[in-house]
């Protein structure tokens, strides 16, 4: 399943693609590196479609846990100052995204958004020790009655130029759905009750809308 973010680049991918094959097969005649360079272009295809690729995700959804917001590898648990919204000490979780990794953003948890806004930065190094401050950004809080507020961060990176984010001021959501989408890798911190049960290690491999990052009673 393609997701909405990528209708119109695939689209214009599909155009060049068939340009490129066709300018390939009238104006190169040696024929293995016509074969080559076709299979350049279709690999380029590919990449593309697999990269906005939005699979069905079927997550056991439960009040009591905080999902995933996306796919990757968990590179950073530890307690630090908050200083957008909590203004205090929360458990940060980040979750880094390679090329490779499906980049839709979900909602970590089910409930009320109260908050969402917006932050124009630099594109540092997903994993630069200053890009949770300074990068493009996206801030979102979702509250409900078993976790409080926990607040997810969509981070750009050196390569992501786009960030997507859907959750509006008031809109009652559901744990698991589609929340935005980070165009080409990035990395989302969440920050957690600092007495949250966290259920994940650094460097594991975590799925979006599946994998439990942590639970309360």
Same mark, same amino acid.
Do not use: C
């Given at each position: 399943?393609?997701?909405?973010?990528? %209708? @119109? +680049?695939?689209?214009? &991918?599909? &155009?060049?693609?068939?340009? &490129?094959?066709?300018?390939?097969? $009238?104006?190169?005649?040696?024929?293995?590196?016509?074969?080559?360079?076709?299979?350049?272009? +279709? =690999?380029?295809?590919?990449?593309?479609?697999?990269?906005?690729?939005?699979?069905?995700?079927?997550?056991?959804? %439960?009040? %009591?846990?905080?999902?995933?917001?996306?796919?990757?590898?968990?590179?950073?648990?530890?307690?630090?100052?908050?200083?957008?919204?909590?203004?205090?000490?929360?458990?940060?979780?980040?979750?880094?995204?390679?090329?490779?990794?499906?980049?839709?953003?979900? $909602?970590?948890?089910?409930?009320?958004?109260?908050?969402?806004? $917006? %932050?124009?930065?630099?594109?540092?190094?997903?994993?630069?020790?200053?890009?949770?401050?300074?990068?493009?950004?996206?801030?979102?809080?979702?509250?409900?009655?078993?976790? /409080?507020?926990?607040? $997810?961060?969509? +981070? =750009?990176? &050196?390569?992501?130029?786009?960030?997507?984010?859907? =959750?509006?001021?008031?809109?009652?959501?559901?744990?698991?759905?589609?929340?935005?989408?980070?165009?080409?890798?990035?990395?989302?911190?969440?920050?957690?009750?600092?007495? =949250?049960?966290? @259920?994940?290690?650094?460097?594991?491999?975590?799925?979006? /809308?599946?994998?439990? +990052?942590?639970?309360?009673?």
């Amino acid at each position: 399943m393609l997701h909405k973010e990528g %209708h @119109k +680049i695939v689209m214009i &991918a599909i &155009a060049v693609v068939v340009i &490129a094959i066709m300018s390939i097969d $009238y104006f190169v005649t040696i024929s293995w590196l016509r074969t080559s360079l076709m299979l350049v272009v +279709i =690999a380029f295809f590919l990449i593309i479609l697999q990269f906005f690729r939005n699979p069905k995700r079927i997550g056991q959804l %439960h009040d %009591h846990h905080v999902l995933s917001p996306v796919d990757g590898k968990v590179v950073v648990i530890e307690e630090v100052f908050e200083k957008e919204f909590f203004k205090d000490k929360r458990i940060q979780v980040s979750v880094f995204m390679s090329p490779i990794n499906v980049h839709v953003t979900r $909602y970590p948890i089910g409930g009320k958004v109260v908050f969402s806004k $917006y %932050h124009p930065g630099k594109f540092l190094v997903a994993w630069h020790p200053k890009a949770s401050e300074e990068n493009e950004r996206t801030t979102v809080v979702v509250e409900n009655k078993f976790f /409080g507020q926990v607040l $997810y961060r969509q +981070i =750009a990176g &050196a390569l992501a130029k786009r960030i997507v984010n859907y =959750a509006q001021v008031d809109e009652e959501i559901q744990q698991g759905a589609d929340s935005g989408f980070i165009k080409f890798g990035s990395r989302v911190d969440l920050f957690l009750p600092l007495d =949250a049960d966290i @259920k994940v290690t650094l460097n594991q491999k975590v799925k979006g /809308g599946m994998s439990v +990052i942590a639970e309360t009673k």
